[in-house]
């Protein structure tokens, strides 16, 4: 049950389009209490802490830290807040792996209109929501961990999502509030790792494995 003195969903936003957060704000208005927005995930989970609502709705591709990554540190420390993620992805293994990281909901942005306040009541309610555009293909994701994805530590991920973004080693520091030796440090791990010898061949592994 929602935990604000109405019956009124708590409805945190996130996206890192302003137009797109205004229209689903608008869209959720009359029933829930939309109580913040925010453009990346950095802040998202920041947030997701200080306003402690009953939903998110979360897009997938975010700056600074993408929503896979926020959803899974805000799960570890508030596993009673539901997700939602609505995002332009059709594909069911990005939904699968949306549901592993501690989502209830996965719904498409050309839906939202139609599908979004249905998601938000199914997922406030305990329930799950996913849209029937990915329904078909997820059972059988969900049945098999993804062969190309290496294990990568909760920091390795971060410091991949900046380095693709284009971050430069001082302003990656910054960001995480570590030293930019470290940085470098476990970029080059990273790309030993991974048996990547370049920086763009780093960016393409990101990508393609939804990290940014």
């Known amino acids: 049950m929602p935990t604000g003195t109405t ?24 029933a829930c209490d939309v109580v913040g927005t925010v453009g990346n995930g950095r802040d998202l989970v920041t947030a997701a802490a200080t306003l402690r609502p009953d939903v998110i709705v979360v897009d997938v591709a975010m700056p600074l830290l993408n929503g896979l990554d ?71 994701s969900m049945l098999h961990t993804p062969q190309a994805a290496p294990a990568l530590t909760p920091r390795q991920r971060e410091i991949l999502q900046l380095v693709a973004e284009g971050r430069s080693m001082k302003e990656a520091a910054a960001i995480l509030n570590i030293a930019p030796r470290t940085v470098a440090f476990h970029k080059y791990q990273l790309m030993a790792q991974l048996h990547i010898r370049t920086t763009a061949e780093l960016i393409q592994f990101a990508i393609s494995h939804h990290i940014v």
């Not at 293994?93 to 909901?105: H, I, T, V």
């Open 70 to 140: 926020a959803v899974r540190q805000i799960k570890r420390t508030q596993p009673e807040i539901r997700i939602i993620f609505l995002t332009m992805h059709e594909d069911p293994d990005l939904a699968a792996e949306a549901f592993r990281a501690g989502a209830s909901g996965y719904v498409l942005k050309r839906s939202a209109a139609s599908e979004l306040l249905t998601a938000i009541r199914e997922v406030a309610a305990q329930n799950s929501y996913i849209t029937p555009l990915v329904t078909e293909g997820l059972v059988g």
């Open 7 to 30: 019956d009124k969903p708590r409805v945190l936003l996130a996206d890192d389009h302003t137009l797109l957060l205004e229209a689903f704000r608008k869209l959720l208005a009359d």
